[in-house]
Nanobody, 126 residues
Framework: EVQFVESGGGLVQAGGSLRLSCAAPGFTFDDFAISWFRQAPGKEREGVSCIRSNDGTTYYADSVKGRFTISTDNAKNTAYLQMNSLKPEDTAVYYC???????????????????WGQGTQVTVSS
């Protein structure tokens, strides 16, 4: 069974930066879309960003555009989310997820995704 492992979360002050990693040993990112989602307490899980492995096309939620950057290192089977200028409202558990490109329709819909990690906590203090 494929298991994604997120890391890099933590506590940071507003305006700071964090880099999340999503490792997937034995899983090849080729022909998959890799996305990051987040879920804050009492809120629904929301799509943060997505990258298409075949051509590198990226998508971002409006709330993170210009601050977050998604990338992958296919040789290492690892995805990243660089988060800059963090705000208290970015506080959430962050998850990585994957879906075959052929099955991707709405990148920000959690129901599209077959593979998930366990999540990593990001807390931004004001």
């Amino acid at each position: 069974e494929v298991q994604f492992v997120e890391s890099g979360g933590g506590l940071v002050q507003a305006g700071g930066s964090l880099r999340l990693s999503c490792a997937a040993p034995g899983f090849t990112f080729d022909d998959f879309a890799i996305s990051w989602f987040r879920q804050a307490p009492g809120k629904e899980r929301e799509g943060v960003s997505c990258i298409r492995s075949n051509d590198g096309t990226t998508y971002y939620a409006d709330s993170v555009k210009g601050r977050f950057t998604i990338s992958t290192d296919n040789a290492k089977n690892t995805a990243y989310l660089q988060m800059n200028s963090l705000k208290p409202e970015d506080t959430a558990v962050y998850y990585c997820a994957a879906v075959p490109l052929l099955l991707l329709r709405v990148w920000a819909s959690e129901y599209e995704y077959d593979y998930w990690g366990q999540g990593t906590q990001v807390t931004v203090s004001s």
